[in-house]
């Protein structure tokens, strides 16, 4: 059985083969700091590993899924890289931390047990990459979505670009990706980004967890298998698409317009972004 701990960012609950993982902060708006980088890898490795688990269910506290990536609390692992004399050093261990941070989604990607998202409130940034790497997504009415690294001067590099290509189709992705504009739940199911909409979040959250239910009704190793087999055909193309955009970051994310993003989120003013 899962080892039952406290976490910092989540919370995991046990029902009848289905574990509900959800996000809790500790930021606002279950924005993604230090403790949730660290503790979803090791979640969802102890759910892969759980005979009793044959579903995840994906929820997030209170009135938003994610608000994406905690800056504030991200800034010690941006400030080195953005000095002006980061070289290959600060390069290198910005590269391992954009790796590690794929590797956290990926880690509920790659669990044996199929993952059901079911988000309320704000998805934005990070919460788009998380929601990319569940099996099945469905949202509240409420519910909106944004591939919004583009307005912070960030290549989005932790899976939307990898995963997204093969639940939206390349041209919603692009729409999304380039311009950084927010849709709302109808506009999400019209693209195929969410499965159904349901009207407010407990309907959300019992719909996800009636589908889970299904799912852990039926053999759970035919069901490991099913999904193998599904990702193998995309495998090599997500892994590939990681590894390069992990590079590319490492590179060329330091800028003057990334300095000029953070300072705007911190003053509260719109950035005015110069190409330098």
């Known amino acids: 059985m899962t080892e039952q701990k406290t976490w910092n960012a989540f919370t995991v609950e046990f029902k009848d083969h289905v574990a509900q993982v959800t996000l809790v902060g500790p930021g606002k708006g279950n924005a993604m700091g230090p403790d949730f980088w660290s503790e979803l890898p090791e979640i969802f490795s102890q759910l892969d590993a759980d005979p009793e688990v044959r579903a995840v269910v994906l929820a997030g506290e209170g009135k938003h899924f994610s608000i994406g990536l905690d ?14 004399n980061a070289q290959a050093g600060p390069r290198t261990k910005f590269h391992g931390t954009i790796k590690r941070m794929q590797a956290a989604i990926s880690a509920v990607a790659d669990c044996r047990k199929p993952v059901v998202a079911a988000v309320q409130g704000w998805c934005i940034g990070g919460g788009v990459d998380l929601i990319a790497a569940a099996d099945i997504r469905y949202a509240s009415a409420d519910a909106k979505f944004s591939i919004r690294e583009v307005k912070v001067a960030i290549v989005a590099d932790v899976g939307s670009f990898a995963r997204l290509p093969a639940i939206i189709g390349d041209g919603h992705l692009r729409e999304l990706a380039l311009t950084g504009k927010d849709i709302d739940a109808a506009r999400a199911a019209e693209i195929g980004l969410v499965n159904e909409v349901f009207d407010d979040t407990d309907a959300v959250l019992a719909a996800a967890h009636a589908t889970a239910a299904e799912i852990a009704a039926n053999p759970p190793l035919v069901v490991h298998g099913i999904k193998d087999v599904l990702d193998h055909s995309r495998s090599a193309a997500v892994d590939d698409s990681l590894r390069y955009v992990a590079a590319w970051n490492a590179a060329f994310l330091p800028s003057q317009d990334l300095t000029e993003a953070i300072t705007a989120v911190f003053e509260k003013r719109t950035p005015d972004f110069k190409g330098e």
């Open 71 to 84: 800056l504030a609390a991200m800034s010690g692992d941006l400030g080195p890289v953005l000095a002006g």
